[in-house]
């Protein structure tokens, strides 16, 4: 599983790649699956949860996870 990051670059109405691939599977390899992800306002991290109700909010700077453990599962993410 790996993470790809593009920018959007409306002057030319393209996506540029930002950096090479980001390999997920450190952080899940108990074969859980991504089922919800969204950007956190204001900061630069993605929220993913994942099939097992675990969320993790994934810093796109230090390249790390921080995680919580859900008590219910989600039905969607904003």
Same mark, same amino acid.
């Given at each position: 599983?790996?993470?790809?990051?593009?920018?959007?670059e409306? $002057?030319?109405? $393209?996506?540029? &790649?930002? &950096?090479s691939?980001?390999?997920?599977?450190?952080?899940?390899?108990?074969?859980?699956?991504?089922?919800?992800?969204?950007?956190?306002?204001?900061?630069?991290?993605?929220?993913?949860?994942?099939? $097992?109700?675990?969320?993790?909010?994934?810093s796109?700077?230090?390249?790390?996870?921080?995680?919580?453990?859900?008590?219910?599962?989600?039905?969607?993410?904003?």
């Amino acid at each position: 599983m790996q993470l790809h990051i593009f920018a959007f670059e409306a $002057s030319h109405g $393209s996506l540029r &790649g930002m &950096g090479s691939a980001i390999d997920l599977h450190p952080f899940y390899d108990n074969g859980e699956s991504i089922v919800h992800a969204c950007f956190v306002h204001g900061r630069e991290e993605i929220l993913f949860v994942d099939s $097992s109700a675990q969320a993790r909010i994934f810093s796109l700077t230090m390249l790390q996870p921080k995680y919580m453990q859900l008590f219910t599962f989600p039905l969607w993410t904003f």
